[in-house]
C-alpha cells in the first residue's frame, strides 16, 4: 500500500491560517444548487445553496468548490460572498470553480482550474500568497507536465457518476494510482465516488475525494443537513484510517 508522506507536506496557509495538511482526508463538496433544489426559483435555490454550504462547513467539510457556472459574474460573485461570509470562523475552504476574478472580488480561499484553464502560475500571480489553487485532471498523461505549486488535483471520473459527463470510460483505480504514483501534488478522486468504494480510493494513496451527489444524497437521509453530513463526514474519517497508517 502507498503511503502518503508526500501528500501531505504543508501548503500554503488559506485566510483562516490553516494547511491543507491539517485535514485528512480532504474532503471537497461541490456545488450544484438545481441538484440540491430542483424544480424551485433561482433565488430559493440560491438560499438553500448557502444553507447547504453552512451545514457542511458546520459538519466539518474542508473546502467547498462553487461551481455554478450557468450564473452570470455578478450572481455567482454575490453567491460566493454570502458561502464566505456563512463560514467565517469554520475551518472551511470556499473555492470558485475557474473564475478567479469572482473568487477575487468575492473574498474566496481561491480558485479550482479546469484541466484547460489558464495556467496556475498566471492565477497565483493575481491572487495574495495565500490562495489557494488547484486543478482537475482528466488525461493521466497530462499530470507530470502540472505545476507543482498547485494545492491539490481533483482526478477522475474515477467511476461512472451521472454527474461528471465526460466522453469516454471512466478511468478507474488503475489510473488514479498511476496518477498519484506519478506527482508529489495531493490528489483527490472524484466520479462516482460513494462510501462502499472509499475504502478502494484510500488504498491507492489518495489524500481525499471530491463530489456532488454523495453529499447531497447523505443530508437528505438525515433529519436535517448539518446531522446526515456530519455523519458521512465521520464515516469518511473512520474508513481512511482503518486502511493504515498515512505517513
Not at 494547511?19 to 485528512?24: G, I, K, N
Not at 488547484?134 to 451521472?162: E, I, Q
Not at 478507474?172 to 472509499?198: F, H, K, M
Amino acid at each position: 500500500m502507498k503511503t502518503r508522506s508526500k501528500l501531505l507536506s504543508p501548503g500554503p496557509m488559506n485566510p483562516k491560517g490553516e494547511t491543507l495538511s491539517t485535514r485528512r482526508p480532504l474532503i471537497c463538496l461541490v456545488t450544484d444548487r438545481q441538484r440540491l433544489s430542483p424544480g424551485v426559483s433561482l433565488d430559493c435555490q440560491v438560499n438553500n445553496l448557502v444553507g447547504f454550504v453552512t451545514s457542511a462547513a458546520e459538519a466539518g467539510i474542508g473546502v467547498v468548490q462553487v461551481r455554478e457556472r450557468d450564473l452570470s459574474g455578478r450572481a455567482l460573485t454575490s453567491l460566493v460572498s454570502r458561502c464566505v461570509k456563512a463560514t467565517a470562523g469554520s475551518a472551511m475552504h470556499v473555492v470558485v470553480n475557474d473564475r478567479a476574478d469572482v473568487a477575487l472580488a468575492s473574498g474566496a480561499a481561491g480558485v479550482h482550474l479546469r484541466e484547460d484553464s489558464v495556467e496556475e502560475e498566471r492565477v497565483r500571480t493575481l491572487g495574495p500568497p495565500a490562495w489557494l489553487v488547484s486543478r482537475a485532471v482528466h488525461d493521466p498523461s497530462k499530470v507530470l507536465s502540472m505545476s507543482s505549486t498547485l494545492d491539490y488535483l481533483v482526478f477522475g471520473s474515477v467511476f461512472s457518476s451521472p454527474s461528471k459527463t465526460m466522453p469516454g470510460a471512466p478511468v478507474g483505480l488503475g489510473a488514479l494510482g498511476r496518477v498519484i504514483s506519478q506527482t508529489g501534488i495531493p490528489v483527490l478522486a472524484i466520479g462516482g465516488v460513494c462510501e462502499g468504494r472509499l475504502k478502494e480510493v484510500w488504498r491507492t494513496g489518495a489524500a481525499g475525494f471530491a463530489g456532488i451527489g454523495l453529499f447531497i444524497e447523505s443530508a437528505r437521509l438525515s433529519s436535517n443537513w448539518t446531522a446526515g453530513l456530519t455523519e458521512l463526514v465521520q464515516r469518511a474519517r473512520q474508513s481512511f484510517d482503518s486502511v493504515g497508517p498515512h505517513v
